[in-house]
């Protein structure tokens, strides 16, 4: 029987032992903290179960008055009327830490049915290569114990940890990062956010709907510098009316403690302060001192392992998947990578990993979604595509909920009409990108978009709307 030991049990580790141990293969995940890995534990789950919560808050803060909704507290003042709705952010904490644990413990049940063994503690490689082709594993055991492990294959799955600024240290208090921010029992007053990617976006956004008053230390010209630009200009838009600082081309150098208050120095010398301060710089990869380099594993200068399109490190029967390669940090493509390596490794039929088929999502208010090709790749002339952009605001169900901002927008090739990307900006944008999503991976038309049903009045509806722009476009260009 085939001998598969995965380290690292987060999305790529998990979905890679469902897949090897259904196959018939031995399976052994060595686990330091519990099956989920952060993406479970203290990361994706976690962060999208607090933003469940700040998106009703939202929700309620913006449309309330439009809708015709009042609210009462027994205070009567027509001149002030007064809210009644509040967050008791420990109870909102301890409903994330407990879910995140739920799910956990799920993924743990379903590989260990499948057949595969769940071994807690933390597993590195021993050098060279039998001459038989297997490899050892030595496991440090959560017993204090060890425990050597004879592999035909071995997946790297472990994952990455906040990146730290050497002036800016958490303390897991009063500076934070997006791992201890469960902990919290109090709202923070005033929230200082140092980091204007997907995490601190998500995060400023999160905080600001359940009533801190937050800034966002941003050192690009824009938040969320790596997204679609006119995604970005309309979520920066929709944070400072809503009161948000957003300091742009602000980058910090240092954080410190005064007291109970927190001080962050800027790089020209501006000094800001808040009752908290989170930090979200990035993240590093967690490949230190498992013994990769020394077994003949490359890494690049990130510290991230090199893999091909289906896994492969440079050590023969040797793969890798998910944050530690770098490759695209979400959950999704980290199980794909997994499954992956565990169909090439096992002799089955397996598509190389395609990352423009990829879709992700920022959870922010409005959410941004996009899959494929992006505007960048238009602008830089990586492809030949035409682009639509359609507001929400001329959309019916939009207007019906009290939705104002966001847009959809699709890339198609001139001349065949094939849909190539798309940029959803809206509420449950991650929901709308599916039919986007289908469209690319299939090679479909925007012609094949806009002759579909949808209903009337629905979100959706845009997409089939801004289809039909394009193949008006395409038409009129002789297409």
């Known amino acids: 029987m085939t001998?598969?030991?995965i380290i690292g049990g987060g999305p790529g580790g998990y979905e890679a032992a469902l897949v090897a141990a259904q196959l018939g293969a031995e399976v052994t995940v060595v686990d330091r903290d519990g099956l989920g890995g952060a993406s479970v534990l203290t990361d994706c789950v976690p962060s999208k179960t607090l933003i469940a919560t700040a998106e009703v808050m939202t929700n309620f803060d913006s449309s309330y008055e439009e809708l015709g909704i009042i609210v009462e507290d027994g205070t009567p003042d027509p001149d002030s009327p007064a809210r009644v709705v509040g967050v008791d952010l420990g109870k909102v904490n301890r409903r994330v830490k407990r879910l995140a644990l739920a799910q956990s413990h799920d993924i743990t049940a379903a590989v260990t049915r499948a057949g595969a063994r769940v071994l807690r503690g933390r597993g590195r490689l021993e050098p060279g290569q039998a001459a038989d082709g297997t490899r050892q594993v030595v496991v440090e055991t959560a017993g204090g114990e060890e425990e050597r492990l004879t592999a035909d294959a071995v997946l790297i799955a472990t994952g990455g940890k906040p990146r730290e600024l050497?002036?800016?240290?958490?303390?897991?208090?009063?500076?934070l990062n997006w791992t201890q921010v469960y902990d919290l029992e109090e709202q923070p007053e005033e929230l200082i956010v140092v980091g204007s990617g997907v995490t601190g976006a998500e995060f400023a956004g999160a905080y600001q709907a359940l009533g801190s008053r937050v800034t966002l230390v941003s050192s690009r010209d824009r938040v969320l510098p790596g997204e679609d630009p006119d995604a970005a200009v309309v979520l920066e838009d929709v944070f400072r009316r809503r009161g948000m600082n957003v300091m742009s081309r602000s980058r910090a150098a240092s954080a410190k403690r005064v007291g109970d208050r927190v001080e962050v120095t800027l790089s020209d010398g501006r000094v800001i302060t808040g009752s908290h301060c989170l930090m979200a710089v990035?993240?590093?990869?967690?490949?230190?001192?498992?013994?990769?380099e020394e077994a003949g594993v490359t890494l690049k200068d990130s510290g991230h392992i090199r893999t091909d399109r289906v896994s492969r490190t440079s050590a023969p029967g040797v793969y890798a998947a998910g944050d530690c390669t770098g490759v695209f940090a979400l959950a999704s493509v980290a199980a794909m990578q997994g499954r992956i390596a565990m169909y090439h490794f096992l002799g089955e039929t397996v598509a190389p990993l395609d990352l423009k088929t990829v879709s992700a999502n920022v959870f922010t208010d409005p959410e941004i979604a996009t899959v494929g090709y992006t505007q960048a790749d238009v602008?830089?002339?990586?492809?030949?595509?035409?682009a639509v952009k359609l507001p929400l605001l001329r959309n019916a169900r939009a207007k019906m909920q009290g939705v104002r901002d966001g847009f959809v927008k699709l890339f198609c090739r001139p001349g065949?009409?094939?849909?190539?990307?798309?940029?959803?900006?809206?509420?449950?944008?991650?929901?709308?990108?599916?039919?986007?999503?289908?469209?690319?991976?299939?090679?479909?038309?925007?012609?094949?978009?806009?002759?579909?049903?949808?209903v009337y009045p629905s979100l959706s509806g845009s997409i089939a709307e801004v289809a039909r722009q394009l193949q008006t476009r395409k038409a009129a260009e002789g297409g």
């Open 3 to 5: 001998r598969i030991v």
């Open 166 to 175: 050497p002036d800016a240290r958490p303390d897991g208090e009063r500076i």
């Open 282 to 292: 990035g993240a590093v990869p967690n490949t230190s001192g498992i013994g990769l």
């Open 379 to 386: 602008d830089a002339g990586r492809i030949d595509a035409r």
């Open 416 to 454: 065949t009409g094939i849909v190539v990307g798309g940029v959803v900006v809206a509420p449950r944008a991650s929901e709308l990108i599916h039919p986007i999503s289908i469209a690319v991976d299939n090679n479909l038309t925007v012609e094949q978009i806009a002759n579909t049903f949808t």
